[in-house]
T-cell receptor, first 114, second 110 residues
Framework: KAGVTQTPRYLIKTRGQQVTLSCSPI?????VSWYQQTPGQGLQFLFE???????NKGNFPGRFSGRQFSNSRSEMNVSTLELGDSALYLC?????????????FGQGTRLTVV | DQQVKQNSPSLSVQEGRISILNCDYT??????FLWYKKYPAEGPTFLIS?????DKNEDGRFTVFLNKSAKHLSLHIVPSQPGDSAVYFC?????????FGTGTRLKVLA
């Protein structure tokens, strides 16, 4: 069974640009969550999607957005990139994060903004 | 508002001994908790979970204990192995989201 796949693995962008990250969940998983990891901050929740609907959103500015497609694949977009957006972006999939179940993470996309 | 706290940023343990990683939470609504292990440049790997209706869950060398009255959980690794050296995150399941602590870096010394 294939795991969670995130593309690309590494990305370098300049300030002001926008970026789109992709996540393919485990087959059969309908919930996809996105997290930002920066040193000393742990994993900060960005948003969660289930059946193409955003069910929860973290405390990030509107420059961060996402969507989920009918096949459960998800994308997140960051517009007008800032240096502080440099981080590891992690995607996690689960059967349904609304019930007691574990989430499985991809390897992440390392975004560097210069 | 840090709802899940891991107050020890790092821990060193001798190989073969017990590693105890601690986690405190403030949200009484959590009813499911998880532990993840993370190596550099990789995504977190699920280790073990526990439901709030239990006070202990065991899986091989890993045991998680939950003390609901103290809002405290701990992960015990026995015996510790050098390959266990990683950052460990605890998490509580909130409303459609997992809320993570800031992690504890475990170093198992050979």
């Amino acid at each position: 069974k294939a795991g969670v796949t995130q593309t690309p693995r590494y990305l370098i962008k300049t300030r002001g640009q926008q970026v789109t990250l992709s996540c393919s969940p485990i087959s059969g998983h309908r919930s996809v969550s996105w997290y930002q990891q920066t040193p000393g901050q742990g994993l900060q929740f960005l948003f969660e999607y289930f059946s193409e609907t955003q069910r929860n959103k973290g405390n990030f500015p509107g420059r961060f957005s996402g969507r989920q497609f009918s096949n459960s694949r998800s994308e997140m977009n960051v517009s007008t990139l800032e240096l502080g957006d440099s981080a590891l972006y992690l995607c996690a999939s689960s059967l349904d994060s609304g019930v007691n179940t574990e989430a499985f993470f991809g390897q992440g996309t390392r975004l560097t903004v210069v | 508002d840090q709802q899940v706290k891991q107050n020890s940023p790092s821990l060193s343990v001798q190989e073969g001994r017990i590693s105890i990683l601690n986690c405190d939470y403030t949200n009484s609504m959590f009813d499911y908790f998880l532990w993840y292990k993370k190596y550099p440049a990789e995504g977190p790997t699920f280790l073990i979970s526990i439901s709030s209706i239990k006070d202990k869950n065991e899986d091989g060398r890993f045991t998680v204990f939950l003390n609901k009255s103290a809002k405290h959980l701990s992960l015990h690794i026995v015996p510790s192995q050098p390959g266990d050296s990683a950052v460990y995150f605890c998490a509580g399941l909130g409303t459609y989201k997992y809320i993570f602590g800031t992690g504890t870096r475990l170093k198992v010394l050979a």
